[in-house]
Protein backbone atom coordinates (compact mmCIF):
# COMPACT_ATOMS: atom_id res chain seq x y z
CA UNK A 1 0.00 0.00 0.00
CA UNK A 2 1.25 3.67 -0.57
CA UNK A 3 0.89 5.38 2.74
CA UNK A 4 1.91 8.66 1.28
CA UNK A 5 -0.77 8.63 -1.57
CA UNK A 6 -3.39 7.75 1.08
CA UNK A 7 -2.37 10.71 3.41
CA UNK A 8 -2.23 12.81 0.19
CA UNK A 9 -5.40 11.81 -1.10
CA UNK A 10 -7.26 12.17 2.58
CA UNK A 11 -5.92 15.73 2.41
CA UNK A 12 -7.33 16.49 -0.92
CA UNK A 13 -10.95 15.45 0.19
CA UNK A 14 -10.82 17.41 3.30
CA UNK A 15 -9.50 20.63 1.98
CA UNK A 16 -10.22 20.53 -2.31
CA UNK A 17 -6.58 21.40 -2.72
CA UNK A 18 -4.81 20.51 -6.17
CA UNK A 19 -3.52 17.39 -5.86
CA UNK A 20 0.04 18.60 -7.09
CA UNK A 21 0.01 21.09 -4.17
CA UNK A 22 -0.50 18.60 -1.69
CA UNK A 23 2.05 16.32 -3.12
CA UNK A 24 5.09 19.19 -3.45
CA UNK A 25 3.87 19.78 0.27
CA UNK A 26 4.22 16.71 1.84
CA UNK A 27 7.36 16.13 3.46
CA UNK A 28 9.71 13.72 5.68
CA UNK A 29 10.04 15.18 9.07
CA UNK A 30 13.50 15.29 10.34
CA UNK A 31 13.39 13.08 13.32
CA UNK A 32 10.70 10.22 13.55
CA UNK A 33 9.29 11.66 17.06
CA UNK A 34 7.77 14.15 14.91
CA UNK A 35 5.61 11.88 12.49
CA UNK A 36 6.26 9.29 9.56
CA UNK A 37 5.02 12.31 7.16
CA UNK A 38 4.11 16.30 7.94
CA UNK A 39 1.89 18.30 6.06
CA UNK A 40 2.76 22.18 6.12
CA UNK A 41 -0.83 24.04 6.56
CA UNK A 42 0.45 27.32 4.93
CA UNK A 43 -0.44 27.32 1.98
CA UNK A 44 -4.39 27.22 3.57
CA UNK A 45 -3.76 30.20 5.66
CA UNK A 46 -4.93 32.75 2.64
CA UNK A 47 -7.81 30.40 1.93
CA UNK A 48 -9.20 29.44 4.64
CA UNK A 49 -8.36 32.88 6.00
CA UNK A 50 -7.28 31.15 9.60
CA UNK A 51 -3.75 31.01 10.92
CA UNK A 52 -1.74 27.65 9.53
CA UNK A 53 -1.74 26.23 13.70
CA UNK A 54 -5.60 26.46 14.08
CA UNK A 55 -6.07 25.00 10.34
CA UNK A 56 -3.55 21.91 11.39
CA UNK A 57 -5.33 21.91 14.78
CA UNK A 58 -8.88 21.57 12.53
CA UNK A 59 -7.49 18.97 9.78
CA UNK A 60 -6.15 17.01 12.81
CA UNK A 61 -9.87 16.30 14.23
CA UNK A 62 -11.30 15.74 10.73
CA UNK A 63 -8.53 12.73 10.03
CA UNK A 64 -8.56 11.18 13.90
CA UNK A 65 -10.97 8.36 12.72
CA UNK A 66 -8.61 6.43 9.97
CA UNK A 67 -7.28 3.08 10.53
CA UNK A 68 -4.38 3.94 8.53
CA UNK A 69 -3.47 6.78 10.25
CA UNK A 70 -2.76 6.29 13.83
CA UNK A 71 -2.30 9.48 14.91
CA UNK A 72 -2.66 13.07 13.54
CA UNK A 73 -1.02 15.43 15.54
CA UNK A 74 -1.60 19.72 15.32
CA UNK A 75 2.52 21.07 15.64
CA UNK A 76 3.00 24.58 14.72
CA UNK A 77 1.65 25.08 11.05
CA UNK A 78 2.50 21.77 10.73
CA UNK A 79 0.07 18.37 10.84
CA UNK A 80 2.18 15.50 11.67
CA UNK A 81 0.90 12.01 10.71
CA UNK A 82 1.61 9.17 12.90
CA UNK A 83 1.39 5.67 10.90
CA UNK A 84 -0.40 2.21 12.41
CA UNK A 85 3.10 0.57 12.76
CA UNK A 86 1.23 -2.95 12.25
CA UNK A 87 -0.84 -1.93 8.67
CA UNK A 88 3.42 -0.57 7.34
CA UNK A 89 4.92 -3.65 8.80
CA UNK A 90 2.38 -6.41 7.62
CA UNK A 91 1.71 -4.47 4.28
CA UNK A 92 4.89 -3.54 3.14
CA UNK A 93 6.66 -7.16 3.84
CA UNK A 94 3.82 -8.61 2.09
CA UNK A 95 4.52 -7.05 -1.04
CA UNK A 96 7.83 -7.63 -0.95
CA UNK A 97 7.19 -11.15 -0.80
CA UNK A 98 4.68 -10.74 -3.19
CA UNK A 99 6.81 -8.94 -5.32
CA UNK A 100 10.35 -10.71 -4.82
CA UNK A 101 13.36 -9.89 -6.98
CA UNK A 102 10.59 -7.04 -8.99
CA UNK A 103 10.49 -4.77 -5.45
CA UNK A 104 10.87 -1.06 -6.58
CA UNK A 105 10.25 -2.00 -9.79
CA UNK A 106 7.55 0.33 -11.86
CA UNK A 107 6.12 0.96 -15.50
CA UNK A 108 7.72 4.29 -15.84
CA UNK A 109 9.30 3.66 -18.66
CA UNK A 110 6.88 1.64 -20.47
CA UNK A 111 7.30 2.49 -24.27
CA UNK A 112 10.86 4.53 -23.96
CA UNK A 113 14.20 3.27 -24.77
CA UNK A 114 17.07 4.71 -23.03
CA UNK A 115 20.45 4.79 -24.49
CA UNK A 116 23.04 4.04 -22.31
CA UNK A 117 26.58 5.28 -23.68
CA UNK A 118 29.29 3.72 -21.63
CA UNK A 119 33.01 1.94 -20.69
CA UNK A 120 34.03 2.57 -24.38
CA UNK A 121 37.94 1.68 -24.30
CA UNK A 122 40.49 2.77 -26.47
CA UNK A 123 41.16 -0.60 -29.24
CA UNK A 124 45.00 -1.67 -29.01
CA UNK A 125 45.27 0.27 -25.26
CA UNK A 126 45.29 -0.98 -21.89
CA UNK A 127 41.79 -1.49 -20.08
CA UNK A 128 42.87 0.58 -17.07
CA UNK A 129 40.84 1.50 -13.89
CA UNK A 130 40.31 4.61 -14.85
CA UNK A 131 38.14 2.74 -17.37
CA UNK A 132 35.98 1.49 -14.34
CA UNK A 133 34.84 4.16 -13.48
CA UNK A 134 32.33 4.95 -16.78
CA UNK A 135 32.10 0.94 -16.85
CA UNK A 136 30.49 0.70 -13.47
CA UNK A 137 28.60 4.26 -13.27
CA UNK A 138 26.93 3.10 -17.21
CA UNK A 139 26.01 -0.54 -15.86
CA UNK A 140 24.02 0.35 -12.74
CA UNK A 141 22.38 3.40 -14.66
CA UNK A 142 21.10 0.59 -17.14
CA UNK A 143 20.20 -1.79 -14.52
CA UNK A 144 18.41 1.00 -12.50
CA UNK A 145 16.58 2.39 -16.27
CA UNK A 146 15.21 -1.40 -16.84
CA UNK A 147 14.26 -1.77 -13.25
CA UNK A 148 12.07 1.15 -13.87
CA UNK A 149 10.56 -0.27 -16.60
CA UNK A 150 12.37 1.58 -20.00
CA UNK A 151 13.84 -0.34 -22.89
CA UNK A 152 17.61 -0.08 -22.03
CA UNK A 153 20.10 -0.61 -25.06
CA UNK A 154 24.19 -0.51 -23.82
CA UNK A 155 26.43 0.72 -25.88
CA UNK A 156 30.10 0.32 -26.06
CA UNK A 157 30.83 3.28 -28.45
CA UNK A 158 34.94 1.73 -28.75
CA UNK A 159 37.81 4.22 -29.62
CA UNK A 160 38.91 2.36 -32.43
CA UNK A 161 39.39 5.17 -35.09
CA UNK A 162 41.82 7.78 -35.46
CA UNK A 163 46.03 8.70 -35.98
CA UNK A 164 46.69 6.72 -33.63
CA UNK A 165 46.05 3.58 -36.11
CA UNK A 166 48.01 4.89 -38.35
CA UNK A 167 50.85 5.01 -35.64
CA UNK A 168 50.20 1.58 -34.37
CA UNK A 169 50.34 0.34 -38.11
CA UNK A 170 53.53 2.38 -38.40
CA UNK A 171 54.91 0.29 -35.04
CA UNK A 172 53.86 -3.41 -35.67
CA UNK A 173 55.23 -2.81 -39.60
CA UNK A 174 58.37 -1.74 -38.14
CA UNK A 175 58.74 -3.66 -34.81
CA UNK A 176 55.74 -6.20 -34.35
CA UNK A 177 55.71 -10.03 -34.21
CA UNK A 178 52.93 -11.60 -34.90
CA UNK A 179 53.57 -14.67 -32.43
CA UNK A 180 54.72 -12.28 -29.10
CA UNK A 181 51.52 -10.88 -29.75
CA UNK A 182 49.12 -13.25 -30.00
CA UNK A 183 50.43 -14.36 -26.72
CA UNK A 184 49.59 -11.19 -24.65
CA UNK A 185 47.76 -9.01 -26.90
CA UNK A 186 47.58 -5.63 -25.22
CA UNK A 187 51.15 -5.81 -23.43
CA UNK A 188 52.97 -5.83 -26.67
CA UNK A 189 50.73 -3.13 -28.66
CA UNK A 190 51.62 -0.98 -25.65
CA UNK A 191 54.66 -2.01 -26.29
CA UNK A 192 55.18 -1.24 -29.64
CA UNK A 193 52.59 2.08 -29.23
CA UNK A 194 55.17 3.39 -26.99
CA UNK A 195 58.12 2.40 -28.67
CA UNK A 196 56.82 4.72 -31.59
CA UNK A 197 56.19 7.48 -29.64
CA UNK A 198 59.79 7.34 -28.36
CA UNK A 199 61.13 6.53 -31.21
CA UNK A 200 59.09 9.74 -33.29
CA UNK A 201 61.06 11.85 -30.72
CA UNK A 202 64.49 11.45 -32.55
CA UNK A 203 62.72 10.87 -35.79
CA UNK A 204 59.81 13.32 -36.86
CA UNK A 205 59.38 12.13 -40.25
CA UNK A 206 57.96 8.99 -38.67
CA UNK A 207 54.97 10.88 -37.87
CA UNK A 208 54.58 11.42 -41.66
CA UNK A 209 54.37 7.55 -42.19
CA UNK A 210 51.89 7.39 -39.33
CA UNK A 211 49.73 9.63 -41.43
CA UNK A 212 49.76 8.09 -44.26
CA UNK A 213 48.91 4.62 -43.11
CA UNK A 214 46.00 6.33 -41.62
CA UNK A 215 45.15 7.75 -44.68
CA UNK A 216 45.49 4.63 -46.26
CA UNK A 217 42.91 2.83 -43.97
CA UNK A 218 40.36 5.47 -44.53
CA UNK A 219 40.62 4.51 -48.32
CA UNK A 220 40.17 1.44 -47.30
CA UNK A 221 43.22 -0.21 -48.15
CA UNK A 222 42.85 -3.97 -47.77
CA UNK A 223 46.34 -4.61 -46.19
CA UNK A 224 46.06 -2.02 -43.27
CA UNK A 225 42.43 -2.53 -42.83
CA UNK A 226 43.11 -6.20 -42.06
CA UNK A 227 45.53 -4.99 -39.60
CA UNK A 228 43.02 -3.20 -38.25
CA UNK A 229 40.40 -5.21 -37.97
CA UNK A 230 43.18 -7.66 -36.91
CA UNK A 231 44.01 -5.18 -33.62
CA UNK A 232 40.20 -4.43 -32.89
CA UNK A 233 39.51 -8.51 -32.65
CA UNK A 234 42.20 -9.44 -30.41
CA UNK A 235 41.50 -6.58 -28.04
CA UNK A 236 37.68 -7.29 -27.77
CA UNK A 237 38.87 -10.71 -26.77
CA UNK A 238 40.84 -9.04 -24.28
CA UNK A 239 37.90 -6.59 -22.90
CA UNK A 240 35.68 -9.56 -22.34
CA UNK A 241 37.37 -10.89 -20.59
CA UNK A 242 37.59 -8.19 -17.97
CA UNK A 243 33.54 -7.63 -18.82
CA UNK A 244 32.83 -11.42 -18.01
CA UNK A 245 34.57 -10.64 -14.84
CA UNK A 246 32.51 -7.87 -14.12
CA UNK A 247 29.63 -9.22 -15.10
CA UNK A 248 28.91 -6.21 -17.71
CA UNK A 249 27.25 -6.99 -21.05
CA UNK A 250 26.64 -4.99 -23.96
CA UNK A 251 23.98 -4.55 -26.84
CA UNK A 252 26.09 -2.76 -29.20
CA UNK A 253 30.01 -2.64 -29.85
CA UNK A 254 29.53 0.30 -32.28
CA UNK A 255 32.69 2.11 -32.39
CA UNK A 256 33.76 5.06 -34.03
CA UNK A 257 35.11 3.68 -37.21
CA UNK A 258 30.89 2.26 -37.78
CA UNK A 259 30.15 6.24 -38.06
CA UNK A 260 33.06 6.97 -40.59
CA UNK A 261 30.73 6.40 -43.57
CA UNK A 262 28.04 8.70 -42.07
CA UNK A 263 30.01 11.92 -41.47
CA UNK A 264 29.15 13.34 -45.23
CA UNK A 265 25.72 13.20 -44.45
CA UNK A 266 26.10 15.41 -41.20
CA UNK A 267 28.31 17.83 -43.12
CA UNK A 268 26.08 17.95 -45.94
CA UNK A 269 22.96 18.58 -43.70
CA UNK A 270 24.77 21.61 -41.58
CA UNK A 271 25.49 22.80 -45.03
CA UNK A 272 22.26 22.72 -46.35
CA UNK A 273 20.98 24.41 -42.84
CA UNK A 274 23.37 27.02 -43.51
CA UNK A 275 25.22 26.46 -40.20
CA UNK A 276 28.62 26.03 -41.24
CA UNK A 277 31.26 29.23 -41.46
CA UNK A 278 34.51 29.21 -42.16
CA UNK A 279 37.27 29.94 -39.35
CA UNK A 280 41.03 30.03 -40.46
CA UNK A 281 40.17 27.10 -42.99
CA UNK A 282 37.91 25.22 -41.20
CA UNK A 283 34.31 24.50 -41.05
CA UNK A 284 32.72 25.44 -37.93
CA UNK A 285 29.18 25.73 -35.99
CA UNK A 286 29.21 29.52 -34.35
CA UNK A 287 27.93 28.68 -31.03
CA UNK A 288 28.99 32.21 -29.39
CA UNK A 289 25.20 33.12 -28.49
CA UNK A 290 25.38 30.36 -26.05
CA UNK A 291 29.03 31.96 -24.72
CA UNK A 292 30.40 28.02 -26.21
CA UNK A 293 33.26 27.80 -28.59
CA UNK A 294 32.76 27.17 -32.27
CA UNK A 295 32.29 23.34 -32.73
CA UNK A 296 34.73 22.05 -35.06
CA UNK A 297 32.68 19.94 -38.15
CA UNK A 298 35.64 19.83 -41.35
CA UNK A 299 39.56 20.73 -40.29
CA UNK A 300 42.04 22.86 -42.77
CA UNK A 301 42.53 20.04 -44.40
CA UNK A 302 39.05 18.66 -45.00
CA UNK A 303 38.82 16.21 -41.94
CA UNK A 304 36.51 15.36 -40.22
CA UNK A 305 36.74 15.18 -36.08
CA UNK A 306 35.36 13.04 -33.37
CA UNK A 307 32.62 15.86 -32.95
CA UNK A 308 31.22 14.76 -36.56
CA UNK A 309 31.57 11.08 -35.48
CA UNK A 310 29.45 11.84 -32.28
CA UNK A 311 26.78 13.77 -34.20
CA UNK A 312 26.87 11.22 -36.75
CA UNK A 313 26.39 8.67 -34.44
CA UNK A 314 23.33 10.69 -32.60
CA UNK A 315 21.52 11.20 -35.68
CA UNK A 316 22.44 6.70 -36.48
CA UNK A 317 21.04 6.17 -33.02
CA UNK A 318 17.63 8.18 -33.33
CA UNK A 319 16.90 6.47 -36.59
CA UNK A 320 17.71 3.11 -35.26
CA UNK A 321 16.37 3.59 -32.07
CA UNK A 322 13.83 6.99 -31.30
CA UNK A 323 15.43 6.86 -28.35
CA UNK A 324 13.53 9.16 -24.94
CA UNK A 325 16.87 9.45 -23.82
CA UNK A 326 20.88 9.11 -25.03
CA UNK A 327 23.18 8.80 -22.26
CA UNK A 328 26.66 9.54 -22.31
CA UNK A 329 28.98 8.27 -19.23
CA UNK A 330 32.32 9.92 -20.04
CA UNK A 331 34.76 11.96 -17.65
CA UNK A 332 33.93 15.19 -16.79
CA UNK A 333 36.84 16.95 -19.25
CA UNK A 334 34.72 16.17 -21.98
CA UNK A 335 31.85 18.25 -20.71
CA UNK A 336 32.48 21.23 -23.21
CA UNK A 337 32.50 18.42 -26.14
CA UNK A 338 28.87 17.58 -25.63
CA UNK A 339 27.91 20.98 -24.93
CA UNK A 340 28.82 21.71 -28.27
CA UNK A 341 27.78 18.56 -29.99
CA UNK A 342 23.93 18.78 -28.45
CA UNK A 343 23.68 22.90 -29.40
CA UNK A 344 24.67 21.83 -33.05
CA UNK A 345 22.30 19.41 -32.87
CA UNK A 346 19.51 21.53 -31.66
CA UNK A 347 20.42 24.16 -33.69
CA UNK A 348 20.00 21.70 -37.16
CA UNK A 349 16.49 21.58 -35.69
CA UNK A 350 16.73 17.92 -34.13
CA UNK A 351 13.64 18.23 -31.19
CA UNK A 352 15.12 14.63 -30.36
CA UNK A 353 18.56 16.18 -28.88
CA UNK A 354 16.74 17.25 -26.01
CA UNK A 355 17.05 13.65 -24.90
CA UNK A 356 20.91 13.48 -25.17
CA UNK A 357 22.80 13.99 -21.74
CA UNK A 358 26.24 14.13 -20.82
CA UNK A 359 26.96 12.00 -17.69
CA UNK A 360 30.15 13.07 -16.43
CA UNK A 361 32.66 11.20 -13.69
CA UNK A 362 35.28 12.35 -11.91
CA UNK A 363 38.93 11.13 -11.69
CA UNK A 364 40.86 8.27 -10.41
CA UNK A 365 43.32 8.86 -8.25
CA UNK A 366 46.07 6.27 -7.58
CA UNK A 367 49.19 7.86 -5.23
CA UNK A 368 52.35 7.77 -7.27
CA UNK A 369 50.50 6.36 -10.82
CA UNK A 370 50.33 8.51 -13.67
CA UNK A 371 47.76 6.58 -16.35
CA UNK A 372 49.35 8.23 -19.34
CA UNK A 373 49.45 5.50 -22.33
CA UNK A 374 51.65 7.25 -24.31
CA UNK A 375 54.51 6.88 -21.87
CA UNK A 376 53.40 2.84 -20.94
CA UNK A 377 52.90 4.12 -17.23
CA UNK A 378 49.22 2.08 -16.77
CA UNK A 379 47.60 0.42 -13.90
CA UNK A 380 45.51 -2.50 -15.81
CA UNK A 381 41.87 -2.90 -14.54
CA UNK A 382 42.41 -6.68 -14.39
CA UNK A 383 45.32 -6.88 -12.14
CA UNK A 384 43.55 -4.76 -9.74
CA UNK A 385 40.62 -7.15 -10.05
CA UNK A 386 42.59 -10.11 -9.53
CA UNK A 387 44.53 -8.26 -6.73
CA UNK A 388 41.41 -7.40 -5.02
CA UNK A 389 40.20 -11.02 -5.10
CA UNK A 390 43.43 -11.92 -3.70
CA UNK A 391 43.15 -9.63 -1.08
CA UNK A 392 39.71 -10.86 -0.18
CA UNK A 393 40.80 -14.24 -0.18
CA UNK A 394 43.21 -14.28 2.42
CA UNK A 395 41.16 -11.79 4.64
CA UNK A 396 38.35 -14.44 4.89
CA UNK A 397 41.33 -17.42 5.25
CA UNK A 398 42.35 -15.25 8.38
CA UNK A 399 38.77 -14.47 9.57
CA UNK A 400 38.33 -18.42 9.71
CA UNK A 401 35.14 -17.87 7.84
CA UNK A 402 32.79 -20.70 7.15
CA UNK A 403 32.44 -20.19 2.95
CA UNK A 404 30.94 -23.03 0.72
CA UNK A 405 33.40 -22.21 -2.32
CA UNK A 406 35.92 -19.49 -1.10
CA UNK A 407 36.91 -18.80 -4.95
CA UNK A 408 33.54 -17.65 -5.75
CA UNK A 409 33.06 -15.49 -2.48
CA UNK A 410 36.31 -14.10 -2.94
CA UNK A 411 35.34 -12.63 -6.48
CA UNK A 412 32.52 -11.57 -5.85
CA UNK A 413 33.08 -9.54 -2.67
CA UNK A 414 36.97 -8.67 -3.94
CA UNK A 415 34.91 -6.77 -7.55
CA UNK A 416 32.35 -5.71 -5.26
CA UNK A 417 34.14 -4.19 -3.20
CA UNK A 418 35.56 -2.25 -6.22
CA UNK A 419 32.69 -1.73 -7.64
CA UNK A 420 30.89 -0.43 -4.46
CA UNK A 421 33.83 2.28 -4.32
CA UNK A 422 33.34 3.75 -7.63
CA UNK A 423 29.64 4.03 -7.18
CA UNK A 424 29.60 5.36 -2.94
CA UNK A 425 29.58 9.11 -3.97
CA UNK A 426 28.44 11.47 -6.58
CA UNK A 427 29.90 10.39 -9.67
CA UNK A 428 31.39 13.93 -9.92
CA UNK A 429 33.97 13.18 -6.66
CA UNK A 430 37.24 11.95 -7.39
CA UNK A 431 37.89 8.73 -6.05
CA UNK A 432 40.66 8.03 -4.03
CA UNK A 433 42.14 3.84 -4.19
CA UNK A 434 42.57 2.28 -0.82
CA UNK A 435 42.48 -1.36 -0.11
CA UNK A 436 41.48 -0.30 3.24
CA UNK A 437 38.92 1.15 2.33
CA UNK A 438 37.46 -0.75 0.45
CA UNK A 439 37.69 -4.44 1.84
CA UNK A 440 36.46 -3.20 5.23
CA UNK A 441 34.07 -5.40 6.65
CA UNK A 442 32.87 -3.28 9.13
CA UNK A 443 32.46 0.10 7.67
CA UNK A 444 30.54 1.52 4.56
CA UNK A 445 31.59 -0.82 1.55
CA UNK A 446 30.40 -3.84 -0.19
CA UNK A 447 31.62 -6.56 1.88
CA UNK A 448 29.76 -5.25 4.84
CA UNK A 449 26.47 -4.86 2.96
CA UNK A 450 27.38 -8.06 1.58
CA UNK A 451 27.84 -9.72 5.20
CA UNK A 452 24.33 -8.15 6.56
CA UNK A 453 22.89 -10.80 3.19
CA UNK A 454 25.35 -13.24 4.17
CA UNK A 455 23.83 -13.21 8.13
CA UNK A 456 20.17 -12.96 7.08
CA UNK A 457 20.24 -15.86 4.73
CA UNK A 458 22.20 -17.69 7.79
CA UNK A 459 19.13 -16.52 9.65
CA UNK A 460 16.60 -18.69 7.19
CA UNK A 461 19.11 -21.58 6.96
CA UNK A 462 18.66 -21.74 10.87
CA UNK A 463 15.13 -21.57 10.68
CA UNK A 464 14.65 -24.07 7.72
CA UNK A 465 11.26 -26.05 8.27
CA UNK A 466 9.38 -23.24 9.79
CA UNK A 467 6.54 -21.64 7.70
CA UNK A 468 6.19 -18.10 8.15
CA UNK A 469 4.11 -16.99 6.27
CA UNK A 470 0.91 -15.24 6.68
CA UNK A 471 2.50 -14.02 9.85
CA UNK A 472 1.23 -12.30 12.48
CA UNK A 473 2.71 -8.75 12.16
CA UNK A 474 1.30 -7.02 15.53
CA UNK A 475 4.07 -9.71 17.30
CA UNK A 476 7.34 -8.24 15.79
CA UNK A 477 5.81 -3.73 15.95
CA UNK A 478 9.24 -2.86 17.66
CA UNK A 479 10.99 1.05 16.94
CA UNK A 480 13.76 -0.93 15.21
CA UNK A 481 11.52 -2.96 13.14
CA UNK A 482 9.06 -0.22 12.26
CA UNK A 483 12.21 2.11 10.79
CA UNK A 484 13.46 -1.00 9.17
CA UNK A 485 10.40 -1.65 7.50
CA UNK A 486 9.39 1.56 6.42
CA UNK A 487 13.26 2.19 5.07
CA UNK A 488 12.30 -1.31 2.63
CA UNK A 489 8.78 0.58 1.59
CA UNK A 490 11.04 3.74 0.19
CA UNK A 491 13.15 1.53 -1.91
CA UNK A 492 11.07 2.51 -5.24
CA UNK A 493 11.91 6.19 -4.73
CA UNK A 494 15.60 5.48 -4.53
CA UNK A 495 15.24 3.70 -7.57
CA UNK A 496 13.43 6.79 -9.37
CA UNK A 497 16.30 9.56 -7.74
CA UNK A 498 18.71 7.60 -8.61
CA UNK A 499 16.91 7.53 -12.93
CA UNK A 500 16.28 11.18 -11.90
CA UNK A 501 19.48 12.07 -11.35
CA UNK A 502 21.76 9.34 -12.84
CA UNK A 503 23.11 8.99 -9.89
CA UNK A 504 24.32 5.42 -8.88
CA UNK A 505 25.22 6.53 -5.24
CA UNK A 506 21.16 6.78 -4.41
CA UNK A 507 20.52 3.40 -4.54
CA UNK A 508 24.69 2.73 -2.71
CA UNK A 509 23.21 5.41 -0.03
CA UNK A 510 19.86 3.15 0.07
CA UNK A 511 21.54 -0.60 0.65
CA UNK A 512 24.12 0.83 2.91
CA UNK A 513 21.63 2.38 5.39
CA UNK A 514 19.27 -0.82 4.89
CA UNK A 515 22.10 -3.25 6.40
CA UNK A 516 22.63 -0.52 9.32
CA UNK A 517 18.94 -0.69 10.27
CA UNK A 518 19.07 -4.31 9.52
CA UNK A 519 21.90 -5.35 11.75
CA UNK A 520 20.17 -2.65 14.88
CA UNK A 521 16.99 -4.76 14.39
CA UNK A 522 18.58 -8.23 14.28
CA UNK A 523 20.57 -7.10 17.13
CA UNK A 524 17.60 -5.68 19.51
CA UNK A 525 15.02 -8.08 18.64
CA UNK A 526 15.95 -11.50 19.07
CA UNK A 527 14.75 -14.52 16.36
CA UNK A 528 15.96 -17.85 17.30
CA UNK A 529 16.57 -17.77 21.07
CA UNK A 530 14.93 -20.00 22.93
CA UNK A 531 12.52 -17.34 24.93
CA UNK A 532 11.21 -16.20 21.39
CA UNK A 533 7.73 -16.74 21.33
CA UNK A 534 6.68 -19.17 17.90
CA UNK A 535 4.05 -16.60 16.68
CA UNK A 536 7.20 -13.66 17.04
CA UNK A 537 9.91 -16.03 15.45
CA UNK A 538 7.67 -16.47 12.42
CA UNK A 539 6.83 -12.33 12.21
CA UNK A 540 10.60 -11.38 12.40
CA UNK A 541 11.60 -14.26 9.95
CA UNK A 542 9.31 -12.93 7.21
CA UNK A 543 10.95 -9.70 7.61
CA UNK A 544 14.38 -11.40 7.40
CA UNK A 545 13.11 -13.00 4.02
CA UNK A 546 12.29 -9.59 3.13
CA UNK A 547 15.13 -7.48 3.81
CA UNK A 548 17.34 -9.93 2.41
CA UNK A 549 15.54 -10.02 -1.12
CA UNK A 550 15.85 -5.86 -1.08
CA UNK A 551 19.27 -6.00 -0.27
CA UNK A 552 20.18 -8.39 -2.88
CA UNK A 553 18.04 -6.38 -5.45
CA UNK A 554 19.68 -3.03 -4.50
CA UNK A 555 23.47 -4.30 -4.80
CA UNK A 556 22.41 -6.29 -8.34
CA UNK A 557 21.53 -2.33 -9.25
CA UNK A 558 24.95 -1.59 -9.20
CA UNK A 559 26.07 -4.53 -10.26
CA UNK A 560 27.22 -6.19 -7.19
CA UNK A 561 26.37 -10.23 -6.40
CA UNK A 562 25.80 -11.65 -3.28
CA UNK A 563 26.71 -14.51 -1.46
CA UNK A 564 25.31 -16.63 0.68
CA UNK A 565 27.58 -17.16 3.69
CA UNK A 566 30.44 -15.08 4.84
Known sequence: MDFKEHIVQKIIDITDLDREVVEN??????????????????????????????????????????EIIDKAQATGGYLNFFLNREKVISSTINAVENSGSDWGKSDLGNGKTVLVEYSSPNIAKPFHIGHLFSTAVGNSLAKIYKHLGYNVQSLNHLGD???????????????????????DPINELLKIYVKFHEEAEIHPELEDEARGYFKKLEDGDEETTALWTYFRDISLVEFK????MLGVEFDSYNGEAFYSDKMDEVVDILKDKGLLTESDGAQVVDLSELNIPPCIILKSDGATIYATRDIAAALYRHRTYDFYKNIYVVGIPQSLHFKQIFSVMKKAGWDWAEGCEHVGFGLVKLPGKNMSTRHGDVVFLEDVLNESIEKTKEIIKNNGSNVDDIDD??????????????????????????????????????????????????????????????????????DETYSLVKHLGAFGDAVKDAADKNEPFYINRYVTTLTKLFNKFYNTNPIMRDDVDEETRKARLAIVDAVTTVIKTALNLLGIDTVESM
Not at 36 to 47: G, I, S, T
Open 161 to 183: WGTQFGKLICAYKKWGDREVIEK
Open 241 to 244: RVYD
Open 25 to 66: AIETPPDEKMGDLAFPCFPLAKVMRKAPPLIAQELAEKLADD
Open 409 to 478: ASKKIGIGAILYTFLKNSREKDIIFSWDTMLDFEGESAPYCQYGYARGRSILRKAEGIDFKNADFSKAVS
